[in-house]
C-alpha cells in the first residue's frame, strides 16, 4: 500500500507539473496574441511607412533620371543650333537658365558655346554680356570663362576691366591673356613679365610656348634661354 500510494503521489505531482507547464504556455500564447492586438496598427503603420519610403525614393531617382536625361537632350539641341550659327532672339537668356536649373556645369558649357558663336557672328557685346551673366560657376571652369571674358574686353578696350578677372598666377592661359591686356594698355615691362611667367609653366613642347615666345619678342622682351637636353 505504501508503494502505491507513493507512486500515486508521483502520477498526481506530474499531472500538476503538465497542467502548469499548459498554463504557462497557454499564458504565453494570450500575452503574445494581446501584444499583438495591441501593436497590430503600429505593424501595418511600420510597413507602409518602410514601402512608402522606398516608393518615394524609386519615384525621386526616376524623376532625377528624366530630367538629367531633358537637361542633356537641350544642351545638345542648343549647342548644335549655336554651332550652325543659329543664334536664339533672347541672346540665350530662356534656353542658358532651363539647363542651368538642372545642371550648372552644363549651363556654364552652353553659355561658353554661345558665346563664341556670337563672336565669330561679329556680335562681341553680345558675348560679354553672355559670360558676365554667369554666376556660381563650376570651379573647374571658372579659369576658362573669365579668361574668354577677360579675351573680348580687351578686344573691347577694356584691357583695365579685363585685368581684374586675371589673377591667377599658376594658370599659364591667365597669364597669357594678362600680358595681352597689359600689352594693350601699353604696359610693355608689365607684359612681358606676364609671358615669362607663363613660359615657365609651359612645357617646351607645347604649341603655346612659341606664341608666347613671338608675344614676348614683340613686347621688347628676350626670350628665355632654353638647355638642350639632348
Do not use: C
Not at 519615384?59 to 537632350?73: D, E, F, P, T
Amino acid at each position: 500500500m505504501v508503494r502505491v500510494t507513493s507512486v500515486s503521489q508521483k502520477q498526481h505531482g506530474n499531472s500538476f507539473m503538465a497542467l502548469d507547464d499548459l498554463l504557462d504556455e497557454h499564458e504565453q500564447s494570450e500575452r503574445v496574441r494581446t501584444w499583438v492586438r495591441s501593436n497590430a496598427l503600429g505593424l501595418i503603420g511600420g510597413v507602409a511607412l518602410g514601402l512608402g519610403a522606398i516608393a518615394g525614393w524609386q519615384w525621386w531617382q526616376g524623376q532625377q533620371l528624366q530630367r538629367g536625361m531633358a537637361v542633356n537632350g537641350r544642351y545638345a539641341e542648343v549647342v548644335k543650333n549655336y554651332e550652325a550659327g543659329r543664334l536664339p532672339s533672347d541672346k540665350g537668356r530662356a534656353a542658358l537658365e532651363q539647363i542651368g536649373k538642372g545642371n550648372a556645369t552644363l549651363a556654364t558649357l552652353a553659355a561658353l558655346q554661345l558665346a563664341k558663336a556670337q563672336t565669330e557672328a561679329g556680335k562681341r557685346d553680345d558675348a560679354i554680356a553672355t559670360l558676365r551673366g554667369l554666376h556660381d560657376l563650376d570651379p573647374d571652369l571658372r579659369a576658362v570663362v573669365r579668361q574668354r571674358l577677360a579675351r573680348l574686353l580687351v578686344d573691347a578696350g577694356k584691357g583695365k576691366e579685363a585685368l581684374s578677372l586675371l589673377d591667377d598666377d599658376k594658370n599659364p592661359a591667365m597669364l597669357d591673356a594678362r600680358g595681352d591686356a597689359q600689352f594693350a594698355l601699353g604696359e610693355r615691362g608689365k607684359a612681358q613679365e606676364a609671358y615669362l611667367k607663363a613660359l615657365a609653366l609651359v612645357d617646351v613642347g607645347d604649341p603655346q610656348h612659341r606664341l608666347l615666345i613671338l608675344k614676348l619678342i614683340e613686347a621688347g622682351g628676350t626670350p628665355p634661354h632654353t638647355e638642350d637636353k639632348t
